[in-house]
């Protein structure tokens, strides 16, 4: 049973009311906070840009955003990077991470000067079917952040009720430390082990509305039932006196450079922002994504499609050519032995 959210939008304005929330619980859930306005038309460009990719269901008004199951895909997968990243440089999406009612509410709860990290996640997630299922499981984001303790800002572009598949927190989860994990097929590609049943609290999102969560915080997706495509973005903040991880100031998964990012932007002001705030820039540690890798590997090798994903997410990003290349040789197993 999933219990509502505590609501804290009346303490807005109170720094040290929503952090002794999110020291109590683990999030703080705030309706309102952006303009809606604002969100729509993110929404509307993100759909204009899915609609090119066929992604959306012909027929259908785009801005309705009814997907195009035939054409069904996840990150980290090439078919799905094509359309992604056109996406994720939107000047937009950017300007809606910087912006003055998000990092003001930082301000007030940290009581000093705020780093907004450059990396940012943006998800397109297809409703779940009996064929494709996406949904992300119970995770912790501090294993893919790394440096001092962040914060994640989820928000949904666009309205997203349950049958959407919004975000739920494991209430009281972040007191525990970073958790053992497993492989999983949803987004992020890993699973906390323990499943905290009792303690999960959601509910329905109104564009505008976010939920604030530390970087241990155990949360998941519920799956997406609706038809639409389910878009979110969610950014990480810190304090600027704490270290960030090398992996956060880079674009996302390293899929271009930040000069191919600005390309088409229209200001500078936010080019390169986190340079000038002095940002102290520490490497990532990998030790997380070793022990994954190490599982991947393993689960391949024995012929487990699961460790695919992961796979993919060597060949594309890991720094090492050994490693990307052995992730390569399993990968062409793997679809030998399914084509088989």
Known sequence: MIKPFVDSTALVRDGAALGANLDRD????????????????????LLALADM????????????????LEKACKDPEPRYLEFFKPMWKLEALHRLKNHPNILGIFERIFGEPVLAHPMFVLRNIFPQTESFD?????????????????FACWMTLGDCPTSKGGLIMAEGSHKRGVLDFELAPGAGGLEVSEKFEGKWVGGDFAAGDVVIFSDTTVHKALPNKSGELRQSFDARYQRLSDPVAELAVQPYAGIFKWDEVYADWKSDDLKYYWQRQGAKVVPFDTSYYEKRDAIAFDRAEAGDMLARDTLLRIVQRDASAAKRERAQKLLDSLSRGQAA
């Open 134 to 150: 996406f949904t992300t499981g119970s995770h912790q984001d501090r294993i893919h952040i790394g440096g001092g303790q962040s």
């Open 53 to 68: 990719g066929g992604w959306l269901k012909s027929g259908e008004p785009i801005e309705k955003g009814v997907a195009n």
């Open 26 to 45: 683990g999030y703080i859930f705030l309706r309102g906070i952006l303009p809606r306005d604002e969100i729509m038309a993110i929404r509307r460009q």
